[in-house]
């Protein structure tokens, strides 16, 4: 049998269009054995063989080959540095939430799907964390609506359910002079219509649940981020919660937006 052990693909697969780079994801193939189908890694902890020889794995709460492979073919797909697979749209978008601190501002779509709306009035305000709905089709307004203490601005775009747009580029751009980061809910469009990342946004949320999985039988949720650091804050609050996607979502995610892509021709 060959030997795969060493066969890591970090390439970014710029020269693929959007469909080849979902059919070929990010290694493709399990590095261990060669199999085309990637393999559902079902195990809470791997052994080290001896202090020096690691397999980089240690405790699937915290990383596991298979949520890897979708991590990493979502940053290929976002066009982003790091990903990260969680249980569920409200999942990712809690996530992203938890860099807010007490004090800091936060700026979102008036017509955000309602779970997110419920996280800003449950979880944010009792923290003591500041918060506007707007109409973020109305630049002007969103100027006006901007305060020192404004550290993100979170765009839903279309919006469920009204399916409003924002202009990404424009927002990002208001948001950077100001020192806030931009976050978009990308679950609507997924990155075969829309890549948030490469118009200016921070990070992207997606609730893989919808197109995505497109098969109406996976709880998901994604985050890519653009920024190292950022990523680095959110890998962190990733271990911490212990909301890394569950096994049976894993490839499901990847597989079914194979097909999503295609019927969407
Ligand atoms: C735009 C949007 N974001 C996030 C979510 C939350 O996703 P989930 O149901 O996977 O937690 C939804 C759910 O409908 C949604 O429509």
New binding site residues.
Partial sequence: MKNFNDYKDNSRKENLKLESKVVHGANGVDPVTGAMSYPIYQTATFKHHSIEDKSGYNYARCINPTREELERTMCILEEGNRAYAVN??????SLVLSLLKPGDHLIYSDD??G??CREVNEVLTPYKINSDSIDLSDLELLKRTITPNTKMIFI?TPT?PMMKVADISAISKIAHENSAIVVV?N??LTPYFQRPLTLGADIV?H????YLGGHNDV???IVVVKDKDIGEKLEIQNYIYGAGLRTNGFMDITKRYKNTCFKNE
């Fill in positions: 569920s749209g409200m999942a990712a978008v955000v799907y779970g997110t839903e469920n809910d679950t609507f949320v609730s893989g649940t919808k709880l998901a949720g």
